[in-house]
């Protein structure tokens, strides 16, 4: 028998309570009961940033919190980054510079260039280096995502032109 515990927390804007299993991943419950896949499971040992969300603002790797942890918190997954059916500029800088390759790493890169973006609106290429550096590409190389983030801070309001 299986006990659980409800939880509540603000999901992508709106609130949101399940039952879950005191030991369950938020990783697990985003994709499973949530089925927000846009968060990846890659190594689920916290080294590949695949499933990373902003979880009170900062960048965690969601397949080492568990659940229970979550109840009042703020989180955002990828899917939480567009409005109104519109890619964010990060997003549409990813799309459009080729920093979205296999899709594996994509939605811990853009949450880790919007947590960075936030921090450095105008970041060095040493800063984009550091705030991207949780998450790993198996694919092709950094080159494109740095590209991409280039290409959103310039973008950015924020950032000192």
Not at 58 to 73: D, F, K, M
Not at 84 to 96: A, K, M, W
Not at 110 to 118: E, P, R, S, V
């Amino acid at each position: 028998m299986s006990k659980t515990t409800p939880i509540t927390f603000t999901l992508n804007g709106g609130q949101q309570t399940v039952d879950v299993p005191p030991m369950k991943r938020l990783l697990d419950v985003l994709r499973e009961d949530l089925h927000l896949t846009g968060t990846k499971e890659g190594c689920g040992e916290g080294e590949c940033g695949a499933c990373a969300v902003l979880f009170n603002g900062e960048l965690v790797n969601s397949c080492l919190i568990p659940a229970l942890q979550s109840n009042g918190a703020r989180l955002c997954t990828i899917e939480g980054v567009s409005t109104d059916g519109r890619l964010h500029p990060i997003q549409q800088c990813f799309l459009e510079k080729g920093g979205a390759q296999c899709g594996i790493c994509t939605p811990g890169m853009i949450l880790a260039t919007h947590q960075l973006l936030d921090k450095y609106p105008n970041p060095s290429m040493a800063q984009i280096q550091e705030g991207l550096g949780g998450n790993l590409c198996r694919c092709t190389g950094y080159m494109r995502i740095f590209e991409s983030v280039q290409e959103a801070a310039a973008l950015n309001p924020l950032a000192a032109k």
